[in-house]
């Protein structure tokens, strides 16, 4: 995540923090034009973020905003890549002291980016969980690895049809030399019903180290610690039944 080193109030009573400059460009630029990165690279940055979103997570904030625009590439130590998760601005925080039921009330927002966008989330802001960003990291994956996006339509009401039932093209569908494995466990972020979609952050990394650099494992590892501590999501949230 990007780094607030200060924050504070100025005489005049306006409030101030200070961020680390980031000096690179942003995922959504890198992918211009349909350009697919190398599966290793795809991963190890959808790993990058999973860290970055499980740190949140294990303080109960939810981002409920990923996508590339969001996720900065900065050069590391020995040219490496970094990814920097940014913008919180519409992102929700979990009250522990909240009834059951209620706990996701601190809502900054009610929007978000519809093509990254859970089903959940689009039927109601206020319900969406921590699976919610497993949904929009898995978009985010799948556009790295396959040039496209999962759902794709002509227009928002048919997006927003296709998202709330699944409608997605498979991974494979797209790029057929892509490992059956790999695109079981983008996929499974899909399932409408979020109960149905891994466990956690933690199981979606784990998944993702067969397909990574040599430092996948240890990314995963860092997801499963920091999750440890984590807050639970809801037992069950599951797809409203249809009204006659």
């Known amino acids: 995540m990007v780094k607030i080193s200060e924050v504070g109030q100025l005489d005049s009573g306006t409030p101030y923090l200070v961020m680390e400059y980031l000096a690179g460009a942003t995922l959504d630029q890198r992918l211009l034009g349909d350009q697919r990165l190398p599966l290793e690279l795809a991963c190890d940055l959808a790993l990058q973020t999973a860290e970055g979103l499980a740190a949140a997570h294990a303080m109960g904030v939810i981002h409920r905003d990923i996508k590339p625009a969001n996720l900065y590439l900065v050069a590391g130590p020995e040219g490496a890549e970094l990814l920097k998760i940014a913008d919180f601005g519409v992102s929700k925080i979990l009250d522990p002291d909240e009834p059951e039921g209620h706990k996701l009330t601190r809502t900054q927002t009610s929007l ?14 206020r319900t969406a969980d921590f699976r919610a960003d497993q949904w929009s990291l898995g978009a985010v994956l799948y556009r790295m690895a396959t040039g496209h996006l999962p759902f794709e339509a002509s227009s928002m009401i048919r997006l927003c049809v296709l998202v709330l039932e699944g409608e997605f093209v498979p991974v494979r569908s797209r790029c057929p030399e892509l490992p059956a494995g790999f695109a079981a466990a983008v996929e499974r972020c899909f399932r409408v019903s979020p109960v149905e979609r891994h466990a956690d952050l933690a199981e979606l990394a784990l998944a993702l180290v067969p397909f990574a650099g040599p430092g996948g494992r240890e990314r995963a590892d860092h997801c499963r610690a920091l999750l440890g501590a984590a807050p639970p999501a809801p037992a069950t949230l599951a797809p409203p039944a249809p009204t006659s």
Do not use: V
Request: charged content about 15%.
């Open 112 to 125: 978000g980016s519809p093509l990254y966008m859970s089903p959940e989330q689009m039927r109601s802001a």
